[in-house]
Nanobody, 124 residues
Framework: QVQLVESGGGLVQAGGSLRLSCAAS????????MGWFRQAPGKEREFVAG????????YYADSVKGRFTISRDNTKNTVYLQMNSLKPEDAAVYYC?????????????????WGQGTQVTVSS
């Protein structure tokens, strides 16, 4: 099993930046595709970004493309989400997830393990 713990959320003004981290334990994630998702109140959980096991491939939702960057450090068993130019509509609970598959999936059902989430609040 893989345990995932997110951190780095908080309150930031619109236009600001945050860096989220997702630390894995229990098993190395070096062969797992990793994803970040978010869920705002009253909305469904949605895909934000994903990264292949090697870090060579990334994919982003259109809403965050050019502002967010996903990366990973397999030596630290950690995945990151750098969020710049934050907007009020980015406010949500952010979750990381892992999947034992080669491609970057966008559907929630294709991910095997999930963290508990970290809250991101963006003030206007």
């Amino acid at each position: 099993q893989v345990q995932l713990v997110e951190s780095g959320g908080g309150l930031v003004q619109a236009g600001g930046s945050l860096r989220l981290s997702c630390a894995a334990s229990g098993r190395t994630i070096s062969r797992y595709t990793m994803g970040w998702f978010r869920q705002a109140p009253g909305k469904e959980r949605e895909f934000v970004a994903g990264i292949s096991w090697s870090g060579g491939n990334t994919y982003y939702a259109d809403s965050v493309k050019g502002r967010f960057t996903i990366s990973r450090d397999n030596t630290k068993n950690t995945v990151y989400l750098q969020m710049n130019s934050l907007k009020p509509e980015d406010a949500a609970v952010y979750y990381c997830a892992s999947r034992n598959g080669a491609y970057i999936a966008q559907r929630i059902s294709e991910y095997d393990y999930w963290g508990q989430g970290t809250q991101v609040t963006v003030s206007s």
